[in-house]
Structures are given as structure tokens and as C-alpha cells.
């Protein structure tokens, strides 16, 4: 949020350092909602979720959908949406650059988790980092990739909100959306920081009656979690474990909303990112 400069500076910092900026996207401030509203489904939220009405999880839940929208609005053809407490590591661009070549491989780039889940590699991109598919539930939305398919299902299909957002668009095989990560991870959220939403969503828990809805319906999410993206990795991993490919490089250029990657092979044209820095998690208070 407005506030929350240091912090902001900070991750300017940092995307500086690795060559890129961002447009900084205001925080929807959660507490400062009058519910109800259209883009919260209530019932859903208690039914699904297990929880009294959150106004910071549904702020933070805005605010990446918002991020969404404006690659939608823009020309590009990926969005990179970052929290502001996320830490980039070594070869993050490299592994970045190396993803975007293998485009068709995802809808969704993870390239941070605050899960611990493995991570099952099914295409070499770099020396030290595959393309992977995560078979089990994911938690973390502090850096990702979106293409303009995804970007369009969040902003229209995960609205209303029911689900907290890292549960919701960890959900894109529903939709016959691919996700993958980056693994080993290139980017992670800062440990020293902790979630203000975390640290008070414990009190918005309902009862214990919750679990007769919430547990079900999670092990339905788990199972077919498990099929559907375990079925994409069977059909993919055996051909696909390649050596990484050098990549042509080319002047990065940037402005203060876009980002042109290093040209791709001649087969297509390089894709425009839109980098967006989301206020996250911790900003809203």
C-alpha cells in the first residue's frame, strides 16, 4: 500500500538489479471494503474456505486479480506479478528467459512457493533448473508468470472470490490451464518478513463444523490435482528431459512498464512482458 515506501523502494532496489521495472500496482485495502460486494462470494468463502469473512485475504485476493487486469490491458504477452518482499536468486533472468522459450509448456510460471512439496522436473531449461509439475497442494503467490489465457481466467472466472488467491490459482487445471514451476526455485519471499495476513487469519477460522464442508471438498482438489497434472507429466516427462539450450542474446530493453526479453530462436518473435510489482500480502494491514 501507499504506506508501505520502504518496503517499495526496496523492491525497486532489487529489480533494478537484475534489470528490470516494474509498474507498482496499488493494494486493494481490505479493511476499508464495505460488504458484501459482488467480488465475494460469502457463503462460498465459509462453505469452501472455512472462514469468517477476511477483509486482508480478500484485499490481497483483489490485488492480484487487478495485476491480472492490467496485463489484459496492455499489449504484452505474459505478466511477471511479484510481491514486495520477494528475493530474487542467481539466474533468475536466465531461467526466466529460458521458460518464456518453452512457452508452450504453461499457462501459470511459478517461480516461488512457500511449500515444500517435490517438484517433478519434466523439461530442462537451464544447468541447474527444469520446468516441474507439482502434484500436491502449492502455497505462495509471491512470484509468478501469467500468460494472457491465464490472465484472462483469473480476472473473470476466480471472480467472486471463494478461496483464498494462492489456493485459487493453484486450481488452473480445472480450467484445462497448465501451470509449472521453475525449480529448483528462482525467487523467494523474504523469511525476515512476516504475513500480516497470516498472523491474524487464524482468528477469522469458523468452528470445527467446517470440516465437515471444507475437508472434501479439499480432498477432492488433492485427488484431482493428482490426475490431472499427473497425467500431463506422464505424457511429457519421458521425451522432454533435454540439455538446456544457449539462448541468442540480445540489449534487454525497459521502461517503466514493460520489459523485452533476449530474442527467442527464429521459429517465433520475442514476447513483451509486463512486469508488475503487487503490494502482496504484508503491505495490507
Known amino acids: 500500500m501507499a504506506n508501505a515506501q520502504q518496503r517499495n523502494q526496496a523492491m525497486v532496489d532489487k529489480l533494478l538489479g537484475i534489470g528490470l521495472t516494474a509498474e507498482r500496482v496499488e493494494a486493494v485495502d481490505g479493511r476499508a471494503l464495505k460488504f458484501p460486494i459482488p467480488e465475494f462470494s460469502e457463503l462460498s468463502y465459509k462453505l469452501m474456505h472455512g472462514r469468517r469473512t477476511c477483509p486482508p485475504e480478500i484485499g490481497c485476493y483483489l490485488s492480484h486479480v487487478e495485476c491480472a487486469r492490467r496485463l489484459l490491458q496492455s499489449e504484452a504477452e505474459f505478466a511477471l506479478i511479484l510481491e514486495d518482499d520477494v528475493v530474487f536468486k542467481q539466474g533468475f533472468m536466465e531461467s526466466v528467459e529460458a521458460a518464456i522459450d518453452h512457452r508452450n509448456d504453461w499457462d501459470i510460471l511459478r517461480l516461488s512457493t512457500v511449500s515444500h512439496g517435490k517438484k517433478h522436473a519434466f523439461r530442462k531449461l537451464t544447468a541447474e533448473r527444469s520446468l516441474s509439475i507439482a502434484l500436491t497442494r502449492e502455497k505462495g503467490s509471491g512470484a509468478y508468470i501469467v500468460n494472457r489465457k491465464a490472465a484472462k481466467w483469473i480476472a473473470e472466472k476466480l471472480v467472486p472470490m471463494r478461496l483464498a488467491y494462492d489456493i485459487a490459482y493453484d486450481l488452473e487445471y480445472l480450467a484445462g490451464l497448465k ?78 512498464s514493460s520489459v523485452s526479453l533476449p530474442t527467442h530462436p527464429a521459429s517465433y518473435d520475442p514476447a513483451p512482458v509486463h512486469a508488475v510489482v503487487s503490494p502482496g500480502v504484508n503491505p495490507i494491514r
Not at 463444523?209 to 519421458?238: I, K, M, N, Q, S
Request: with cysteine.
Open 179 to 256: 501451470s509449472a514451476f521453475i525449480y529448483p526455485l528462482c525467487a523467494s519471499q523474504d523469511a525476515d518478513n512476516t504475513s500480516s495476513i497470516q498472523s491474524v487469519a487464524r482468528a477469522y477460522k469458523l468452528p470445527r463444523w467446517r470440516y465437515f464442508t471444507v475437508l472434501p471438498f479439499r480432498a477432492y482438489l488433492e485427488v484431482t490435482r493428482f490426475l490431472f497434472r499427473g497425467a500431463r507429466l506422464v505424457l511429457g516427462y519421458a521425451g522432454n528431459m533435454r540439455k538446456p539450450r544457449a539462448l541468442p542474446t540480445a540489449k534487454r530493453k525497459s521502461d517503466s
